[in-house]
């Protein structure tokens, strides 16, 4: 073989490096053609199909628990299983147990003080809430102001007092609840007034019962409430019962809702609390002590029927040896409310759930579509979650949360969809994540190929199921198209959606998910994981 001339080799040299990267460019469009392929594969025709099945009457609002939930996760799982969607652990659902809850027969408010002993009567006097436990305590009581440790807003009832051990007796609501320039947040209630905030804070600090009281500078009517017990109740149904996560029946406190013939007794006046809570407002600065001499016995009595949901999961399986135990979740709540009750004959009484959350449950099965048709696997492990129960109190998620099939401190980040069908075609509301964050950055970038408006709106408590992993510290960002005057009413139907929304949402998150399955540099500071 003749030897080249240098002009020759510089030739061919050339033409190699010029090969070398003309294939290394189609190597790389090859990759971003494969993303827009596999995105191709969601469908607007399956998306309306799907969303006329999720939202039928045949589902009956798809409440939790109910065979109409059941009928939707099967008709999930399905779909994961078409999609080429693994199973987590050898199955497609996760099982939780939810509590329905009735009021017992043994409930009982008693005081003991140097005046003597005064028993006060339920319902009249006092009546418990649907989170109380089914137990009794015998302990001193302190008064602990509204209930409210606040380090955000600093403020904290609990300073300088120990409960340990004892009864606590709060305030309902948050200081300047009617006052627009109060620290928490004005007029708007924050997630410290809630019943359920205050009880949990109470357990946190020892407490053993909670004993709360309308504030009555806000308020006129000191009338016990609690729950709206069908047993208390000659016109509410009796099948008309709260439902709880099962797994957390033993952290529950005795807690009931206690009138003014009791406010009367503990402080000698209604008025006597009163310029307590004034002072409190007045200075925001906490104003508890233990009341001297006075000994509770508190009993609740909750009889208990547990019944089986679940979620319904699926995998695409990292895979990076080093990177494949971290997780992307995806999810979306598949249920809804139900029923109507005491719906006249011949009117609607489905609540359909089309757009809450029919549309998110859709948009996160065609996701699981476009990611089977990948033809290469994500460096990182994706799950996608159908959550049951978010309507009754993000149980689902909760329950997940609690019992992660994946480790929370290697979750990496969370995507949620709800309410994702209707409004505006063009606009998008993306929550949870702020600006410059990796998330609201990928979704940003991945929306060029989708052509959403993105509107980063701030996180809201209690809004949905990204609500479980935010509280934890793991990356959220939640994707929503906004309320609308069918928002929880029985005309929020199927017609009413846009499937073609569903499908960009859908197409917009499996981007964004897929780059952050793939992204090479961690997308949680070590230091950051587990903190809540």
Not at 124 to 149: H, K, L, M, S, W
Not at 232 to 256: H, N, R
Not at 309 to 321: A, K, L, R, Y
Not at 470 to 497: C, M, T, W
Request: glycine share 8%; net charge negative.
């Amino acid at each position: 073989m003749p030897m080249m001339t240098s002009a020759e080799y510089r030739s061919v040299s050339v033409t190699i490096c010029v090969c070398a990267l003309f294939a290394l460019m189609l190597a790389a469009c090859g990759s971003m053609s494969e993303v827009d392929r596999a995105a191709s594969a969601i469908s607007r025709q399956r998306v309306r199909s799907e969303i006329d099945y999720i939202a039928s009457d045949a589902l009956k609002g798809r409440n939790t628990p109910s065979a109409g939930l059941d009928s939707a996760a099967q008709y999930i799982a399905r779909a994961f299983i078409r999609a080429g969607v693994q199973p987590v652990q050898g199955s497609y659902v996760q099982p939780f147990t939810l509590n329905i809850v009735a009021l017992g027969d043994s409930n009982s408010l008693v005081v003991t003080s140097p005046s003597g002993r005064e028993a006060f009567a339920l319902k009249d006097d006092f009546v418990p809430f649907e989170i109380t436990a089914n137990r009794g305590v015998d302990a001193e009581v302190v008064f602990a102001g509204y209930g409210i440790t606040a380090p955000a807003f600093h403020y904290d009832d609990y300073a300088g007092i120990d409960v340990h051990g004892k009864i606590v007796f709060v305030l309902r609501h948050e200081p300047g609840e009617e006052d627009t320039a109060s620290v928490f947040e004005g007029k708007k209630a924050t997630e410290y007034s809630s019943v359920a905030t205050k009880v949990r804070q109470a357990r946190e600090h020892g407490a053993v019962g909670v004993l709360l009281a309308t504030d009555p500078l806000n308020h006129t009517s000191l009338t016990p409430r609690g729950f709206p017990w069908p047993s208390l109740s000659k016109i509410i149904p009796m099948d008309a019962l709260p439902t709880t996560l099962s797994m957390e029946e033993g952290e529950k406190l005795p807690a009931v809702h206690v009138g003014e013939g009791f406010i009367n007794r503990c402080f000698g006046s209604v008025d006597s609390l009163r310029a307590l809570q004034e002072s409190i407002d007045k200075n925001l600065v906490p104003h508890s002590f233990p009341l001297r001499g006075m000994h509770v016995h508190l009993q609740t009595s909750t009889a208990i029927r547990e019944l089986s949901t679940q979620n319904v999961v699926g995998m695409i399986e990292g895979s990076d040896p080093g990177l494949r135990n971290e997780v992307v979740v995806i999810g979306a709540h598949y249920d809804h409310l139900g029923v109507k009750r005491n719906a006249p004959a011949g009117t609607d009484s489905i609540y359909n759930g089309a757009d809450d959350n029919g549309s998110g449950t859709v948009a996160l099965m065609e996701v699981g579509t476009a990611l089977g048709a990948m033809h290469g696997k994500p460096l990182r492990t994706i799950l996608l979650i159908a959550f049951a129960g978010e309507e009754k109190g993000l149980f689902g998620s909760e329950y997940y949360a609690r019992k992660p099939l994946f480790p929370l401190d290697s979750t990496v980040a969370m995507l949620n969809m709800d309410m994702v069908g209707r409004n505006a075609e063009d606009s998008l509301q993306i929550i949870g994540s702020p600006e410059g964050s990796f998330l609201v950055n990928t979704t940003r970038k991945e929306d060029l190929n989708v052509g959403f408006t993105l509107v980063n709106t701030a996180l809201e408590p209690g809004g949905s199921d990204h609500e479980s992993f935010e509280k934890r510290n793991v990356p959220v960002l939640f994707y929503h198209s906004g309320l609308h005057p069918d928002y929880h009413q029985v005309s929020d139907e199927a017609q009413r959606i846009s499937e073609t929304k569903i499908a960009r949402v859908a197409n917009l998150v499996f981007r964004t998910a897929w780059q952050a399955a793939n992204a090479h540099d961690p997308l949680i500071h070590p230091s950051s994981r587990g903190k809540k």
